[in-house]
């Protein structure tokens, strides 16, 4: 059974105290692995996709890692503006017929000024 | 804009009522996708729709139904047969299966 599970649960962070997110990922064949913020009642909001192990995009803050067990989320000198749930999902590319896309739980991301 | 439109954003039921939430999109996709969101879990797939006419259960189908009648629309209803009905509901679509999911905002349903 696939499975994404993302850690922390919940990250504090001062104004420019960079850290990295957690995503481990149990899939039969990964076809990609997407990560999305999402703000409080609002539906999640792309940020990136990764196909390979290696793989590395940037954002302005925000940098995704991939390997072939886990992807990271590394934000470089938050602002407050940041503050999000932040999601990972990780599509199989076994045989099903709609490219099955496991969520993980979130990483609920705070940033103080 | 393009985009993906949920109404309405909040939802009250009463218990042994069916609801219609409301999916639409401009974005031209072929595919569109239902979720539901728990607190602490991740999203789960209710339904998706690859193409007109056409549709599949997910993972969790059970209490609910959906219509794919026109290429920009997807309702879901939730039937009194679901029995937690309560949770955010995201509507979503994809230009194809392998490409990232575009939500929608989102409809909060309450049941009272």
């Known amino acids: 059974e696939d499975q994404v599970t993302q850690s922390p649960e919940a990250l504090r962070l001062q104004e420019g105290e960079s850290s990295s997110l957690n995503c481990s990922y149990t899939v039969s064949g990964l076809r990609g692995l997407f990560w999305y913020r999402q703000d409080p009642g609002k539906g999640p909001e792309f940020l990136f996709t990764l196909y390979s192990a290696g793989e590395e995009k940037e954002k302005e803050r925000l940098k995704a890692t991939l390997t072939k067990k886990e992807s990271f989320l590394h934000i470089t000198a938050p602002k407050p503006e940041d503050s999000a749930t932040y999601l990972c999902?990780?599509?199989?590319?076994?045989?099903?017929?709609?490219?099955?896309?496991?969520f993980g739980q979130g990483t609920i991301l705070t940033v103080h000024p | 804009d393009g985009g993906i439109t949920q109404s309405p954003k909040y939802l009250f039921r009463k218990e042994g009522q069916n609801v219609t939430l409301s999916c639409e999109q401009n974005?031209?996709?072929?595919?569109m996708y239902w979720y539901r969101q728990d607190p602490g879990q991740g999203l789960r797939l209710i339904y998706y729709s690859q193409i007109v006419n056409d549709f599949q259960k997910g993972d969790i189908a059970e209490g609910y139904s959906v219509s794919r009648e026109k290429k920009e629309s997807f309702p879901l209803t939730v039937t009194s047969a679901q029995k937690n009905p309560t949770a955010f509901y995201l509507c979503?679509?994809?230009?194809?299966?392998?490409?990232?999911?575009?939500f929608g905002s989102g409809t909060r349903l309450t049941v009272v």
């Open positions: 974005l031209n996709h072929d595919a």
């Open positions: 979503a679509s994809s230009i194809d299966r392998s490409q990232g999911r575009t």
């Open positions: 999902a990780a599509e199989d590319a076994g045989g099903t017929s709609y490219g099955k896309l496991t």
